[in-house]
């Protein structure tokens, strides 16, 4: 895409979601990434139904820690990955005790140093809770990139690279929303729902998916 087109995709991507924010549901900087790291390979609708029990059962790093493994995975047990998922979390709040007074870190190089937390999921504390111009690619962000032209590359962090240095700064982190959002529900894996992109006049994906016929009603018999 040119300049003129990465702009004009994502303005049409913010009015395609002027309210984009995260679906998981956190209410401080630590439930945020405690959410994070449970929704890896796993649905952000699948977390929300197990946060609310663990976060009512441990709301801060302290609480967390002396929850215990166990009990965590007692809590989370629905959710793919759930015993390395609650070793991690059980772990990573021991370490923000340790390290930095049961604090988040604000940085991406301390919160990678976290149990369970790469890059991707440092990037979304970064820009949902500290308000960064950070571009979390998860794989509906790297799927769109590629597919549409905003920002192509083989491996996540090289479209990341791209997104950062493409997209206009006061964008960027309003972006990541509407990027997830539009891969989620819209520029699907499988297929594309072309027909109600907001934003197929920028795209640059070929072979854009046209609207279904309707189906023909079985006659009476």
């Not at 629905?78 to 007074?101: F, P």
């Not at 994906?205 to 016929?213: A, E, S, V, Y």
Request: charged share 20%; net charge positive; glycine share 4%.
């Amino acid at each position: 895409m040119t300049k003129a087109e990465v702009q004009q995709f994502l303005t049409d991507l913010s009015r395609a979601w002027p309210d984009a924010q995260t679906e998981l549901h956190y209410t401080t900087p630590f439930t945020l990434l405690v959410a994070v790291v449970l929704s890896a390979q796993a649905t952000d609708a699948s977390v929300n139904r197990v946060t609310p029990a663990l976060f009512a059962a441990a709301p801060t790093p302290q609480a967390m820690a002396a929850l215990g493994d166990e009990q965590v995975g007692q809590l989370i047990r629905t959710i793919g990955l759930w015993r390395n998922k609650a070793k991690n979390v059980v772990e990573l709040s021991c370490q923000l005790l340790a390290e930095h007074d049961g604090q988040i870190p604000h940085t991406r190089e301390a919160l990678e140093k976290l149990a369970g937390v790469g890059r991707k999921t440092a990037n979304v504390v970064l820009n949902v809770a500290f308000n960064q111009p950070t571009v979390p690619v998860d794989t509906h962000v790297f799927r769109l990139a590629n597919r549409s032209g905003l920002g192509r590359g083989r491996t996540v962090e090289a479209v990341e690279k791209k997104l950062e240095a493409r997209i206009p700064l006061p964008m960027v982190r309003d972006s990541h929303h509407w990027l997830i959002l539009q891969g989620r529900y819209v520029c699907k894996a499988r297929k594309p729902e072309c027909w109600r992109c907001a934003a197929q006049q920028s795209c640059l994906f070929p072979d854009k998916t046209p609207l279904p016929r309707p189906k023909t009603p079985r006659a009476a018999p």
